[in-house]
C-alpha cells in the first residue's frame, strides 16, 4: 500500500489497459497514417496518439475516478499535486510510429505524493511489456531485468536524442553535446523513444541515457523501471531528478550518471 492505494489493483488494471492500447497501436502501424504537426514541423501527432490516449483515459477515470491524469495529447497547463496521478504518453516514439520504425511504445506512469511508484512501457510491435513497483524490481515480460555492470564512461554505451526542439540554441547544444560524448564514450545511439531509452538502460543493453526537451511523460515511468532494475536517474546537474524539469540522466550506475553530468552542457528548458 502506497498511503492508502492499493497497488497491486493499480498495477493489474494499468497493464490490462497498457496491453489493449498496444493492441490499437500495433494494428495501425502497419496503415496509412493521419498526421498533424504540434510545436514543429517534426514534432508529430497522429489520430492514434488521440485515440490511445482517449482509451486510456477513460478507462483510467471509470477503474479510478478520484486520481488524476496528465496526457501529452490532453495535457495544457499541468497540475502535478500529491494526488495519485496517472502519467500517460500514449505513443512514445511518435516519428517511429509515422515511419513503422518498431521501437514505440505506451507509457503509463502512476505518482502518489508526487513519488513514481509504478510504470509500465509497453513495445506492441516487439511485444515487449515492461514493468516496476516501487520496492519490487523491474520485469520485461516477466522476468527479472537489471542494469548492467559497465562503471566507467569509455565502456559505456550512451543512448540520446535530437528531440523535436530544433531551435538553434537547443540544436547547438545537443550537437555539442554529442561530439563531446562520442569522444569519452563506446558509443552513442539515437533511437527515438525517451521510454524504450529508459528501458534499455533497464536491460543492461546500454549504460547511460540523457536527454533535454522531453517531457514528464516521456519520463515517468522509466524513472521506477530504471531505479528498481538497480539504474539511478538524476537531474542533469546532478541533484534529484524533478519530473517537470524536462530533462534527464539515467544510467547504470552513480559513477557513469555523474561523468554525464559533468562532460554534459546544461540547458534549462521552460517548465512543464
Ligand atoms: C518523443 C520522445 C523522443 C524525444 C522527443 C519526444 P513523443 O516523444 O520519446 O525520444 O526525443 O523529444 O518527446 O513525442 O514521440 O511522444
Not at 25 to 54: C, F, H, P, W, Y
Not at 91 to 115: L, W
Not at 148 to 177: C, D, F, T
Request: glycine share 8%; net charge negative; charged share 20%.
Amino acid at each position: 500500500m502506497f498511503s492508502g492505494v492499493d497497488i497491486d489493483n493499480c498495477y493489474n488494471i494499468a497493464i490490462k489497459l497498457a496491453s489493449e492500447a498496444g493492441e490499437i497501436i500495433r494494428t495501425a502501424i502497419g496503415k496509412k497514417k493521419n498526421v498533424q504537426t504540434k510545436i514543429s514541423n517534426v514534432d508529430l501527432v497522429t489520430e492514434t496518439d488521440k485515440q490511445v490516449e482517449e482509451f486510456l483515459k477513460n478507462g483510467f477515470k471509470a477503474h479510478f475516478p478520484d486520481h488524476c491524469f496528465i496526457g501529452e495529447e490532453s495535457a495544457t497547463a499541468i497540475d502535478f499535486t500529491a494526488t495519485p496521478t496517472w502519467i500517460v504518453d500514449p505513443v512514445d516514439g511518435t516519428m517511429n510510429f509515422v515511419h513503422s520504425f518498431p521501437h514505440t511504445a505506451v507509457s503509463i506512469g502512476f505518482t502518489v505524493e508526487k513519488e513514481v511508484v509504478l510504470g509500465i512501457i509497453y513495445n506492441p510491435v516487439l511485444d515487449k511489456m515492461f514493468s516496476a513497483i516501487k520496492g519490487r524490481g523491474a520485469f520485461c515480460n516477466g522476468r527479472k531485468i537489471e542494469v548492467s555492470s559497465v562503471k566507467e564512461l569509455s565502456q559505456a554505451l550512451i543512448i540520446s536524442e535530437v528531440g523535436s526542439n530544433r531551435a538553434p540554441e537547443v540544436m547547438e547544444q545537443v550537437y555539442e553535446n554529442f561530439t563531446n560524448i562520442t569522444q569519452k564514450a563506446h558509443g552513442i545511439r539515437i533511437i527515438g523513444s525517451a521510454a524504450l531509452n529508459m528501458c534499455s538502460i533497464a536491460s543492461g543493453e546500454a549504460d547511460g541515457y540523457f536527454e533535454y526537451s522531453l517531457h514528464c511523460w516521456d519520463m515517468a515511468a522509466g524513472k521506477v523501471i530504471v531505479e528498481e532494475a538497480g539504474g539511478i536517474v538524476i537531474d542533469p546537474e546532478g541533484g534529484p531528478l524533478d519530473l517537470m524539469s524536462r530533462r534527464v540522466i539515467c544510467a547504470s550506475c552513480p559513477e557513469i550518471a555523474q561523468s554525464l553530468s559533468k562532460e554534459l552542457r546544461h540547458l534549462q528548458m521552460p517548465r512543464d
